[in-house]
């Protein structure tokens, strides 16, 4: 926002009750009521507010205080936003970017847990990113509001708070990661464990379980949904030859599935057990903090789709 | 000249049955026709009421004395409307308008047009009363019925005809078609299918002119926005979180409802609690003018005020033109349930005719010169249709084109660099 003041955010709550997850905390008062809006409650109005300006060439940042809310203004993420670049042949391109957290919370119940990632990762003209850590979260938002294309930016509540380790690098005012490229966030050689957002961390804690039972993980971090980084989830596979997908989503035409697909096109050969899914539970997410335990993917879960896909369900050293 | 202030539109229930007459000098046809219901309408709520108060319940009648609107027009020194060159450019624009969407059904018929195409003829009065007032860097937001908008705002013929034959030289490069139709060039903003988009994108459009005085310190700017839809789209959401919006921040845009009384095959009475939906806009703080839209000149007048407003940074207003289009909703629509005297009466109100008519009646033209002018548009449609049949369809390659402004948005590829940098891709023969 300092560097370029045609960029301005949008969204309920986000300037004087300082962000619904204080995300855009002191932004109000650096910047002012005319660059950081309160708006009132209307999803498909101000979405379709923010592709307007974005048709005149201002980059607005548009914030849905959950992906879920997003469903009232979808109309307008893929419709005018998505598809506008294409239907006009290049004369009006969308410079815009949907953010907000995505995917379940804890106990906030069915209506308020989905997440999007499956659905917009399908359409075609949206960029999508699902950051993981602070490095990831910089970056890729720098990346999302100097991209000339829509981006819906899917952040996470449960990550909000939780602290990661940054380098002198990343915190340079120009830091940028590519669109399009995943992160292999812990080498491995047995299998490849695929993750996005929350479940990154989730899987690098399988990592070390399996690490302990002699089972070497190599962990990808997506970061970016669509594209989606085929050639690094494919050269892992083919190194370590078994792979296994997480996502957080519900588990039929998710992100995991195309991963599986693209994984049997193109290194089909290279498979040495079938592909492992690790996907939530195929329900709405009850409310219960037991039955949402069990709704959404744990470490646990994890631990054994990664022995499956080794064929072990022992550890090596007890196998004779 | 009378500014508007926002005391005198305070939300106050006009009554229905006052007997303020109209004062007007001007010898335009102003058909106090009631209203005529569809027969076999049985939405009965507001029809009764409208009939009840029978010939004088035409509702502009209030409005518009109530409204300085009739007011500056008594207050002007000169009998006339609109000097002779402007009532012949009114004309031509109207021509144009009506000739193409009948060339448009005549290619259809002929199979060169596909798909959907949605046609204006009768309502050309509304696209050629506000849009000639435009400036180029001024924009308008449409819907599927578009064409007529594209043409008014200067968009070429030839461009208009190739696109909808689907063809590279199309405004869109064949890429958008009937629904689609977007210039960069003269800020025509779409084009949108589903109706109600449109609002927001417009909504969005008026706030990018305030930003760019308020925040990018440029104070020459001063583009206004219009954003044309029709009278179903008055009931969705969208169409309420814009009015609100709009005028909680004051933007310059007006919001034009072309309310042909029709939504495919659903009429308005049946759709609509409150059918006068110029009363909408002072619920939300704005102005809520009902025009005529079958009278060019009188749509012209109320435009005029209403740009202006929104120019002079005053907010938005709602205007609610009263209009008919004389073909189906769309070219594949069998038009069964519209009654043909309703119909019948709507031909009798052609805007054509009207402005002709005036024009003949005060001299500002004859009939050479209007004769004249369609022969010219007669001319320009025929080279239209000649250059976009000779237009070379979408090379192959251009179905992956324009997906993103950055196209390594298409990612990395198998090895290892981005798909975009293989020349087989532009080529469209790179696997994706």
Known sequence: MSADPKVFLMGEEVGEYQGAYKISKGLLEKYGPERVLDTPITEAGFAGIGVGAAYYGLRPVVEFMTFNFSMQAIDHIINSAAKSNYMSAGQISVPIVFRGPNGAAAGVGAQHSQCYASWYGACPGLKVLTPYSSEDARGLLKAAIRDPDPVVFLENELLYGESFPVTAEALDSSFCLPIGKAKIEREGKDVTITAYSKMVGYALKAAETLAKEGISAEVINLRSIRPLDRSTINNSVRKTNRLVTVEEGFPQHGVGAEICTSVIEESFGYLDAPVERIAGADVPMPYAANLERMAVPQVEDIVRAAKRACYRSVPLAAAA | ?432
């Open chain 2, 1 to 432: 000249m009378m500014s508007f202030t926002a005391t005198k539109f305070a939300p106050s229930p006009l009554p229905l049955n006052s007997t303020i007459p109209r004062s007007n000098d001007k010898p335009l046809s102003f058909s106090f026709d009631h209203f005529k219901p569809h027969p076999s309408s049985s939405f009965l709520g507001s029809t009764r009421t409208l009939l009840r108060f029978g010939a004088l319940a035409r509702p502009h009648a209030r409005t518009r004395s109530s409204s300085p609107v009739s007011a500056v027009l008594l207050q002007q020194t000169s009998n006339l409307l609109v000097t002779k060159e402007e009532g012949l450019e009114l004309y031509e624009d109207m021509i144009l308008g009506r000739f193409f969407e009948d060339k448009c059904a005549e290619m259809y018929y002929r199979g060169k047009m596909f798909g959907f195409v949605h046609l204006y003829n009768g309502q050309e009065a509304v696209s050629t009363g506000f849009i000639k007032l435009l400036k180029k860097e001024d924009s308008v937001v449409s819907t599927y019925r578009d064409h007529v908008h594209a043409l008014s705002k200067g968009v070429p013929s030839r461009q208009v005809m190739s696109e909808l034959f689907g063809k590279a030289t199309g405004c869109c490069r064949g890429q958008g078609g009937s629904m689609h139709m977007f210039s960069k060039e003269h800020n025509l903003l779409g084009g949108f299918a589903f109706i109600g988009e449109g609002i927001p994108v417009a909504t969005g459009a008026a706030f990018t002119n305030k930003y760019k005085r308020e925040v990018l310190n440029q104070a020459d700017a001063d583009h206004v926005t219009l954003a044309f839809f029709g009278d179903g789209t008055c009931n969705n959401g969208q169409f309420f979180e814009c009015l609100n919006m709009a005028a909680l921040w004051k933007l310059p845009i007006v919001f034009v409802v072309e309310n042909n009384l029709w939504a495919i095959g659903m009429s308005h009475l049946r759709a609509t609690s409150d059918p006068q939906i110029y009363k909408k806009g002072p619920a939300f703080g704005m102005p809520g003018v009902h025009v005529d839209g079958m009278d060019v000149l009188k749509v012209r007048e109320v435009a005029k005020e209403a740009i202006q407003r929104a120019r002079r940074g005053e907010g938005p207003t709602l205007v609610e033109c009263e209009t008919y289009r004389f073909r189906g909703h769309s070219l594949a629509d069998p038009d069964e349930l519209r009654d043909p005297a309703e119909k019948e009466h709507y031909a009798g109100r052609d805007p054509i005719a009207a402005l002709k008519k005036y024009l003949f009646e005060n001299n500002l033209a004859n009939e050479q010169e209007l004769k004249a002018i369609e022969k010219k548009i007669d001319e320009v449609l025929e080279d239209a249709v000649e250059f976009a049949d000779n237009s070379p369809l979408p090379p192959r390659s251009q179905l992956l084109e324009n997906v993103f402004a950055d196209p390594k948005g298409f990612g990395i590829g198998p090895d290892g660099s981005y798909r975009c940098e293989d020349p087989k891709f532009t080529q469209g023969t790179a696997h994706v």
